[in-house]
């Protein structure tokens, strides 16, 4: 009776194991489809992303910008903007369809909101339990993604302490780099690592046959392709608008027809406030086509914002000429010499700059590692001769000629501050009489006829001046210091001071000023981390780690001079993500190649767990 009670026993035992068994199996199999289905979410939002300015141009050369029946200028380009804590204190009825991107970024915040609200209930169901060791670990293998977290808490503190809180949230009209643009960065970098979760395996419909393709290598692939576009497109305008009669304008009738031989990007539209004169005859406008009213804008506010995302592009298109196999090379080769042509054109020298470095350091890379020599030897030669062949309308070297400005602009600064250590160490002479002595001293500070036209403050296009400015602000009180000024806000300290800016053109001040130094130190920590913790594995990285590091250099130098807006900056999140996944699979695959080679201490290991 007892052995039959043992088999009965034994029975019910296995059943449950098998019962378990089951369970759990069911189980992962539905958190695998799960994961499966966020992964594809996640990609089409980048895909959605990358795909903005063609919705962009779309627009403003389909849409007329005033209303042929009204005489109105379309609500899709226009807004009554609020200003100054919400109240109507500074009306602005004039854009060039940035309202539309803005919207546009925000219906993708959303999206990418509810998707990570269902990533968490994923999480939770698999890590049942555990969720919080989950995450502890997490993060402290990837530290740098903790001072990010840490850092957007931070932003929103700031910017509910801001003088402006609304701006502070929204941004200002024209850039709208607020708080919720911020978030949207960081929803960018969650996509890419949501990607991951099947690692990067997707499939795609392709005439009747599923394919399986990499997802980042279709948001590379169209993200080069739409930017290759629009740098045609703007180049083609270039040569063609700018040495036209209407000099880089579009002529623009109240009834949304034009004149002018652009294809109608980067259109800021602005109207006078009788678009039809006495006897009712309808007025032509001059329309600029920025608001910087330089033809090389393209589809952004500003050739600074413009200056960002070519940063991002040309070293994009760099390496996929690198690292891709095949004939695809062509494409990649063609790409990047258009890309670094529109570089060079868009005569931003921050940006130049940090492209130039970042390609130094990847030619360091090609010599150490030994790897794609030639290739890369072919980039280096496309972009030599580009930056030495290409001259402006003036037939002007563009980038001599910024070398040389860049030099004139060092030396004004030092002989001002020169000069300022000379006037303090001036002690009148006993012999003089007081009448004169104000008068020697004024002589002697006075700028000479013989001196450069371009003063201290007026170096780097002004950004001296800026830069200098932004300190006084940070260092101004307690208050500033911590907390700063809150996003978008600086315009009002530079106001204080009688400067006519709201950005501080380098990314450590503009976010000192704005957030706080906390707030600085935070993202500055999140981003060195992350990028030393790639360095690390430099001889292992797969083709999206190596252009994710280098972005990484070319953007953020290019920040130090730069002026961000909200629709250029989330690119740069791509490829920090493309990092940050990267360096996981590189570490995973590290220790698990530690413990094939020794698994008589992992036993052991285990054993004392």
Known sequence: MQYVRFLYRQYKYEEEFVLQNTKRGVKARRLMAEKENISNIAKWILVAFCLQFIFYLFLINIVPLVNESTGEINGLYSEIWYNYKGSQGDVHTEGNGIKFIYIYNMILLGCAVALMFYYFMVFLDENEGHAIEAIEKYFKENIGMLFLVSFMAWVFISSCFAYD?????????????????????????????????????????????????????????????????????????????????????????????????????????????????????????LVPRSSGATITSSVFNNSNHYAYVLSIAVVVAAAMLIKAKGPIKIWY?????????????????????????????????????????????????????????????????????????????????????????????????????????????????EKSENSSDIDAGDAGSGRWKLWVGAIDIITKDVKTFIF?????????????????????????????????????VLYVLGVTFIFFKGLKYFKEWDMYTYMGMFVMVSYLITALTGNSGFYTSGYFYIFVGFVVAGTITLSRKREEEKNLENPIQVKKTKGMQ
């Open 165 to 285: 809180p609304f701006r502070s949230f929204i941004g200002c009209y024209n850039l709208r780099d607020g708080f919720f643009s911020f978030m949207f960065y960081g929803s960018v970098l969650i996509c890419i690592l949501l990607m991951s979760l099947t690692k990067y395996e997707g499939k795609i419909r392709k005439l009747f046959n599923e394919i399986e393709i990499d997802p980042r290598r279709l948001i590379v692939d169209i993200f080069v392709v739409v930017m290759t576009i629009v740098a045609v497109i703007t180049i083609g305008d270039y040569y063609e608008l700018n040495y036209g009669e209407t000099q880089g304008m579009v002529i623009q009738y109240a009834d949304g027809r034009t004149e002018g031989q652009g294809i109608g990007i980067s259109v800021e539209p602005k109207y006078t406030m009788g678009m039809k004169d006495a006897s009712g005859e309808i007025v032509k406008a």
């Open 333 to 445: 080769a063609l790409s990047f010499a258009i890309l670094t042509i529109m570089l060079i054109l868009n005569d931003t020298f921050g940006a130049y700059l940090g492209v130039m470095i970042s390609f130094a350091l990847l030619f360091i890379h090609t010599l150490i590692t030994r790897r794609d020599v030639i290739c890369t030897i072919t980039a280096m030669v496309i972009f030599a001769t580009a930056s030495y062949l290409i001259v402006n309308t003036n037939d002007e070297k563009i980038v001599p000629k910024n070398f040389a400005y860049i030099k004139q602009s060092i030396e004004d600064i030092l002989k001002a501050n020169t000069s300022e250590e000379s006037d303090s160490n001036i002690v009148p002479n006993s012999e003089t009489t007081s009448g004169n002595v104000s008068g020697n001293i004024s002589g002697n500070i």
């Open 484 to 520: 700063g000024a809150g996003l978008e806000n600086m315009i009002y300290e530079y106001n204080a001071i009688d400067i006519s800016e709201g950005r501080s053109h380098n990314l450590i001040l503009q976010l000192a000023g704005t957030v706080g130094v906390p707030g600085m």
